[in-house]
Structure formats: C-alpha cells, structure tokens
C-alpha cells in the first residue's frame, strides 16, 4: 500500500509522537486527519505543513469522549473516502515518568491513564472501524513496559499491556491489519522530556508500518524500531 492519496487518521497529533507522525504522513502525500484536545497546539502542527505533499485537517476532539471520536472518525471517512491507516497515539502520563508506584498512584489519575490511554484507543479503533478500507491498517504505540515491567511507572505500564491486548483482540476479530508499534524510548512532554529518540527521528517507523511492512506478518504483532531500522537499511 502506498500512503500517497491515502487517508490517515491520527489522534493525539498536537505534539511529540503523534505531530511527528502526521508531518511524515503528510510529507508521504497522505490526507491526514489529526485531532488532539489542544486546538492551539494541534493547528500549529497542521500550519508547519503547508509545504507538504498531502493536505492536514485538524479537528479538535477528546478520545476519552466517544461522541467526539466518532464525529472525527465520520469526518475522516466523509472526506477522505473511507480510512486506511488509524495511529491511536494519544495518551497521557499523570506524575513524573519513573516516579508513579502504582501502589500510591490516585484514583483520579488511574481512571483518567486508563480512559485515555485504553478506553481511548479503544473508542478510535471502534468508531473508525466502520469506515475502514480493504487493506487499512491499524497501528496503537507501545513500549517495552507492557511486557517488561520496570518500579516506578504504574498505571501507565498497565495502560500500554491493556492497549496491546486489545490490538490483538481486534486483530483476531478483523479483518483489517493491527499492530503494536514499538518506537523505543522518546524524548517528549509526555516522558518529561528526559533522555531519548525525537519523535522526527522514529515516525518513519510509523511510515514504514502504514505501507510498507507486510501485512499478515505484522498482524496482531509488534513492529519494532529494529525491525524497521534492519527493513530500510541500505
């Protein structure tokens, strides 16, 4: 499959990860759809792009609201002519990354990780799944803490293990292609801007999934950084 012509949607496009992955979409000639909660940031974003091969179309959206992701999804799929490529990017750490116990993470934020970085998920793959093309791909980022679990980033590592789960779910109910995507440690707002990849320098990953990679053996599977890196060297 080729990303040129394609539709993409992209949540949690406003910054780090998810405004990397829309400008390499964009820069591939795809039409992408990007939604985020900050309208400021995310229209940001689309403005840096105006010298792109495809057009960007912000939409300011919750995931955590389904009402909201369902009218982006229709959006997308209204003007774009169904969707082929969803990145369920969005999500949120509550504290300072390597410092949330899960023993003494609150209530509030436990509930709000899980809504935005599961249930959220969750909402964007449902609501676009109606509106999918054949051959469209699914990809929800991940991490190393939702097999391996490290002390200190609680209700986040168990956030990206229920997200992974429910990749395969779908994987196995759909007819679509779902993968896990593995970007490996990045430097970001969300991480606190500690030691890691820019989010630049790993949304190829992002590409090379969306188009590239094989379908059936990424199915239900996990597309690491190596993988990619291994696939596209020269």
Not at 110 to 121: H, L, P, Y
Not at 169 to 187: D, I, N, R, Y
Not at 195 to 218: K, N, Q, T, Y
Request: charged share 25%; with cysteine.
């Amino acid at each position: 499959m080729t990303l040129s012509g394609a539709t993409a949607v992209v949540t949690g496009a406003s910054r780090g990860l998810g405004a990397a992955v829309v400008r390499a979409f964009a820069d591939a000639g795809a039409a992408v759809f990007a939604c985020a909660r900050n309208r400021e940031r995310l229209e940001a974003v689309a403005d840096g792009l105006r010298e792109a091969d495809g057009p960007v179309t912000t939409m300011r959206a919750d995931v955590r609201d389904e009402f909201d992701v369902e009218r982006f999804a229709e959006t997308a799929a209204r003007e774009g002519d169904g969707i082929d490529v969803v990145v369920a990017n969005a999500g949120v750490y509550h504290g300072t990354p390597g410092e949330t116990p899960l023993a003494d993470e609150s209530y509030a934020a436990f509930d709000d990780t899980v809504r935005t970085n599961v249930r959220g998920a969750f909402a964007t793959v449902r609501e676009c799944i109606p509106h999918l093309n054949e051959g469209a791909r699914v990809l929800v980022p991940s991490g190393e803490l939702a097999a391996d679990a490290k002390a200190g980033y609680g209700a986040y590592a168990v956030s990206k293990a229920a997200a992974e789960g429910l990749v395969r779910q779908f994987a196995a109910e759909e007819q679509q292609t779902f993968a896990v995507v593995h970007p490996g440690q990045l430097s970001t707002d969300l991480t606190g801007g500690g030691p890691g990849r820019d989010p630049d320098d790993v949304a190829g990953l992002f590409r090379w999934a969306a188009a590239d990679a094989d379908a059936e053996s990424i199915d239900g599977e996990t597309v690491s950084l190596r993988e990619w890196m291994d696939a596209t060297r020269s």
